[in-house]
């Protein structure tokens, strides 16, 4: 009896110590297959600094086709596969896309907003998911989509009246609200735009386009000279240069990497604006959003550094003695 009850102790230390073992090497397993999967989603953390940074690149747009770009890239940053369709009578019809389809496809294609669930949201003004064999058959045939898959229909208001849609494939289960808030932002992009143009009707003059000059402000010659109006500037009268689509995204893409510094560092930005040390104290955000900006535009927009321009009007408010004896001028 003894032996037997040794042998059973023996033998449940033994099986334990296997499944232990065992139990070990299952997770390692289960681990190593989950891993990639993890790694291919972004973090919160990830999701919400991509959707600030899509929110700020809306609204630093300045005409509705640049809201409509910028919210189409935006949207993409939430699901790469989107697009936006613009409606032109009882018809949307595709303006741009990014990964939904083909663009060929995508800007031939129109869908019937008379009927069904097209016809609610455009009614009702509010997004809704939709399953793709609720939608024009012809439509979903020419972008190739799947009847068994789903998609988000988003508004686009303009003056009240819906003048677009976005369309998306889900990638997780938080992308309509997602989507529904960059869209909130562009309506009101382009509220103010529209508000803009109501208060300064005559915004520019321009004079002929054999005319040419350099501007010192920002070394750039351009083909049009410009004059803002009062409603822009004021009492000023300076001339104004028309920048190219490369050295305005470069601007604007300047403009996000300081404002993303000044708004992580609000008590440095204080302090260093106050001690006139603005560069030293900030000098490791700053030096690595330098890098990302040159690594982007470094090459298109290479003779103007809108990077140093943005760095100089956001953080010192045109002071440049605020950045210290060690800023690099």
Not at 54 to 59: C, S
Not at 183 to 190: E, M, P
Not at 245 to 271: D, G, M, P, T
């Amino acid at each position: 009896m003894q032996n037997e009850d040794s042998i059973r102790e023996i033998a449940t230390r033994a099986f334990c110590e296997v499944l232990r073992e065992k139990s070990q090497d299952i997770a390692a397993d289960i681990a190593h297959r989950l891993c990639p999967a993890l790694a291919s989603q972004p973090s919160p953390c990830d999701r919400t600094k991509e959707l600030r940074d899509a929110a700020m690149l809306i609204v630093g747009s300045g005409t509705t086709a640049e809201t409509l770009e910028a919210l189409l890239s935006a949207s993409s940053t939430i699901t790469p596969n989107c697009g936006l369709l613009i409606l032109r009578g009882t018809q949307a019809t595709g303006w741009s896309c990014h990964g939904l389809a083909a663009l060929d496809n995508f800007k031939r294609a129109t869908l019937d907003c008379t009927r069904g669930i097209v016809q609610t949201v455009i009614t009702a003004g509010t997004a809704a998911t939709v399953q793709v064999s609720e939608l024009d058959p012809v439509f979903t045939a020419t972008l190739g989509l799947q009847s068994s898959a789903q998609v988000l229909l988003v508004p686009v208001l303009l003056k009240q009246k819906v003048a677009a849609l976005i369309i998306a494939l889900p990638r997780e289960a938080n992308d309509l609200p997602g989507l529904e808030l960059l869209v909130q932002i562009a309506q009101l992009t382009l509220d103010l735009q529209a508000y803009r143009k109501l208060s300064c009707p005559d915004p520019v003059q321009r004079k002929p386009e054999a005319e040419t000059a350099t501007t010192t402000a920002v070394n750039v010659t351009v083909s049009r000279l410009v004059v803002p109006s009062p409603c822009e500037s004021g009492t000023s009268t300076a001339v104004a240069p028309v920048l190219d689509e490369a050295h305005e995204k470069a601007r604007r893409f300047a403009k996000l990497l300081v404002e993303e510094i000044k708004l992580y560092n609000q008590a440095k930005v204080s302090e260093g604006r106050s001690q006139g040390n603005l560069y030293s104290r900030l000098r490791e955000d700053i030096e690595k959003s330098r890098a990302a900006y040159q690594k982007r535009y470094g090459e298109s927009a290479k003779d103007v550094d809108f990077f140093t321009q943005e760095l100089i009007r956001i953080l010192t408010d045109n002071n440049p003695a605020m950045m210290g004896p060690e800023f690099p001028s």
